[in-house]
């Protein structure tokens, strides 16, 4: 009964109160799963505001699985450069060329087919079916956590409560309308049950809510995140006689794989021995698990002992790089401008 009583009053509340976003669709599944689709990829572990222009962009260039899945590497990081974790660029292009060649076109809807998707996990998977096909999926992301926790005033590390969580978000699901309810809940953590200051006056479980009730609602959940490591190294650039710059394609997996970058290290190693010139500028930027600050060093040479190519300056717009190298990019613009020590560097 109070699950029912719970799950009305949060879809009466989603009513009239929930976020207008490009991806979603109200009264059941998505008629375009593949809106779903684009929009779960970008949304893992990035926030809505910086989501949405990123998403308009991409699907403007990829309207559909099918061009999705026909597009080259560079053309999909190129779209995806500046939302950072471009694995998640990689997992989408892959999830599209499997649905295009294994399923025909056609988006799976069982689950168990769902999570043989490149990237797709117990979470994007529950979120995909509930928000695509209305079926009933426990969605538990950041925001439902800090709901749940909150809710049931769930004392410890949220790594020690993940299974009681999950149990407890999946018990308050509606079934009657799962894709609503999942939106409504995620709605209801990003706007009203925020990390901080939130604002229980307005919230439709106030009365139901144990952490508000005990006045401590603002402490859960309780988190047990480590400190994100520093290291310092630094990014190099190269230019020849023409003024055009050394570029190299990161390869493999893992960090900024495929994307075009200036060649650099994260532990102050020299990529190779020549009289770099440290031009007092570095760029910092911060990843996951670390935070990276680099010193810009550069050098004037037209042959380089390392894979990789020189990029016209006005051509640099067209490789897909990472924000951190458009950093470097401005900081060494800003300097050598001011400076006027190096024309050659005129990006």
């Not at 929930?18 to 979603?24: A, K, S, T």
């Not at 706007?191 to 006056?201: L, R």
Request: some cysteine; aromatic content about 10%; charged content about 25%.
């Amino acid at each position: 009964m109070q699950r029912e009583k719970l799950s009305k009053h949060l879809l009466d509340w989603y009513a009239e109160h929930g976020r207008v976003l490009p991806w979603r669709h109200r009264g059941g599944g998505h008629p375009d799963p593949y809106v779903i689709l684009v929009s779960e990829f970008m949304l893992q572990q990035t926030g809505v505001k910086t989501v949405i222009p990123y998403f308009h962009r991409f699907m403007e260039r990829f309207p559909n699985v099918e061009t999705l899945a026909s597009a080259t590497d560079d053309d999909v990081y190129l779209y995806w450069q500046g939302l950072g974790y471009y694995s998640r660029a990689r997992s989408l292009h892959a999830t599209a060329k499997m649905i295009v060649n294994e399923f025909g076109g056609r988006f799976p809807n069982r689950r168990a087919d769902v999570l043989k998707l490149p990237g797709v996990g117990p979470y994007t998977a529950a979120s995909f079916l509930a928000l695509a096909f209305n079926q009933p999926e426990s969605v538990v992301d950041g925001n439902v956590i800090r709901v749940i926790s909150r809710l049931y005033r769930l004392t410890g590390p949220v790594t020690e409560n993940m299974d009681v969580i999950r149990e407890r978000a999946a018990a308050l699901t509606d079934p009657d309308a799962p894709a609503d309810y999942a939106s409504a809940i995620m709605d209801l953590g990003a706007t009203i049950c925020t990390p901080k200051n939130p604002g229980c006056d307005g919230c439709p479980w106030a009365k139901f809510c144990a952490g508000r009730a005990a006045g401590d609602a603002e402490a859960f959940p309780e988190s047990n995140r480590p400190v994100p490591k520093s290291k310092s190294g630094r990014v190099y650039l190269i230019t020849n006689k023409r003024g055009d710059v050394f570029m190299t394609k990161r390869p493999g997996r893992g960090l900024l794989s495929g994307l075009y970058e200036f060649p650099w290290t994260d532990d102050g190693s020299r990529i190779f021995k020549a009289d770099w010139r440290d031009i007092g500028a570095s760029v910092s930027h911060t990843f996951t698990h670390f935070k990276l600050n680099l010193k810009i060093q550069t050098l004037s040479a037209d042959r380089v002992p390392m894979d990789g190519k020189f990029v016209r300056p006005s051509d640099l717009s067209k490789y897909p790089m990472s924000t951190l190298m458009k950093k470097v990019i401005e900081r060494a613009t800003a300097v050598i401008d001011t400076a006027a020590k190096s024309p050659r560097l005129a990006f």
